[in-house]
């Protein structure tokens, strides 16, 4: 009862209105003050609709607020939509995005300097490609089981080969340039500084391989070019999504939601009391 939720309609290029989701706490004084923890997805056609998520409960009870966004690539709107994000037109939903991070901030619903990232999955990758084209527009990053090799994915299992429907194939010399483009592996450029990033993985993943998010803290860690943090954070006996026992996802979302909170110093346990 402490919160509400509204849909807002974000136009992120001409005639492209993306449909984005806000709860935050009813109390006025508090819109835009907290960590705004922007997440999306944005890819086979998944669509994210409102409903009750314990790790969201948990954020806006430590005195956030969340914006979910179904960037082109997602099944809101249907096939077209989808279609719109898909191999050689990905970059749209990553430049979506981009544009609702954007609008988010200049719409007072989100500090410039308190806007977190968040992904799973196709939404991890997402999330970092966009960190990654635009560092300076994110304070936090927070990316679980990413998809970061975009030239190599295909060689991790059958499973990830089926894939190719929806990123294309490096074999192909066109989708060999797009993959290139915005895969997050092959664009960390060394001294940027980039924001505060936990990227977390299950060693035991069978669908998402684990190397993904092993190769691209690495490489992060070699090429950050300030102070902030670039930690890998492995679960040894989780798998991917609802394969990791519910305890470790407790855990896990325990210790983004932390890394979080500290890098932007904010004392959470004050902002929960301002409820």
């Given at each position: 009862s402490r919160y509400q939720t509204e849909q807002v309609f974000v136009?992120?290029?001409?005639?492209?209105?993306?449909?984005v989701f806000l709860?935050?706490?009813?109390?006025?004084?508090q819109k835009g003050r907290g960590p705004l923890l922007l997440h999306t997805y944005g890819g086979f056609a998944q669509t994210l609709t409102p409903r009750y998520q314990p790790e969201f409960m948990a954020w806006l009870e430590m005195g956030g607020s969340l914006a979910i966004a179904n960037v082109r690539g997602s099944g809101v709107y249907g096939s077209g939509w989808h279609q719109a994000a898909i191999k050689n037109n990905k970059p749209n939903a990553i430049n979506d995005f981009l544009a609702v991070a954007d609008w988010l901030v200049s719409n007072d619903y989100a500090e410039a300097n308190k806007l977190v990232a968040y992904g799973t999955g196709h939404g991890g990758m997402l999330v970092t490609a966009?960190?990654?084209k635009r560092p300076s527009r994110f304070s936090v990053v927070l990316a679980t089981a990413g998809v970061f090799d975009l030239l190599r994915y295909?060689?991790?299992n059958a499973n990830a080969l089926s894939w190719q429907s929806e990123f294309g194939l490096s074999d192909n010399a066109e989708e060999f340039q797009t993959l290139r483009s915005y895969s997050p592996l092959h664009n960390v450029t060394s001294g940027t500084c980039y924001p505060a990033t936990l990227l977390s993985t299950g060693?035991?993943?069978q669908r998402v391989a684990p190397w993904h998010?092993?190769?691209?803290a690495a490489t992060l860690q070699r090429a950050?070019?300030?102070k902030k943090p670039i930690l890998l954070d492995v679960d040894d006996n989780a798998g991917h999504g609802n394969k990791t026992p519910v305890w470790l996802q407790i855990e896990r979302t325990h210790r983004q939601w932390s890394?979080?909170?500290?890098?932007?110093n904010v004392d959470w346990l004050k902002n929960s009391e301002q409820q």
């Amino acid at each position: 009862s402490r919160y509400q939720t509204e849909q807002v309609f974000v136009e992120t290029s001409p005639g492209i209105n993306v449909p984005v989701f806000l709860v935050h706490s009813k109390n006025a004084k508090q819109k835009g003050r907290g960590p705004l923890l922007l997440h999306t997805y944005g890819g086979f056609a998944q669509t994210l609709t409102p409903r009750y998520q314990p790790e969201f409960m948990a954020w806006l009870e430590m005195g956030g607020s969340l914006a979910i966004a179904n960037v082109r690539g997602s099944g809101v709107y249907g096939s077209g939509w989808h279609q719109a994000a898909i191999k050689n037109n990905k970059p749209n939903a990553i430049n979506d995005f981009l544009a609702v991070a954007d609008w988010l901030v200049s719409n007072d619903y989100a500090e410039a300097n308190k806007l977190v990232a968040y992904g799973t999955g196709h939404g991890g990758m997402l999330v970092t490609a966009a960190m990654l084209k635009r560092p300076s527009r994110f304070s936090v990053v927070l990316a679980t089981a990413g998809v970061f090799d975009l030239l190599r994915y295909q060689y991790a299992n059958a499973n990830a080969l089926s894939w190719q429907s929806e990123f294309g194939l490096s074999d192909n010399a066109e989708e060999f340039q797009t993959l290139r483009s915005y895969s997050p592996l092959h664009n960390v450029t060394s001294g940027t500084c980039y924001p505060a990033t936990l990227l977390s993985t299950g060693a035991e993943d069978q669908r998402v391989a684990p190397w993904h998010s092993f190769k691209l803290a690495a490489t992060l860690q070699r090429a950050q070019g300030c102070k902030k943090p670039i930690l890998l954070d492995v679960d040894d006996n989780a798998g991917h999504g609802n394969k990791t026992p519910v305890w470790l996802q407790i855990e896990r979302t325990h210790r983004q939601w932390s890394f979080a909170f500290n890098q932007l110093n904010v004392d959470w346990l004050k902002n929960s009391e301002q409820q």
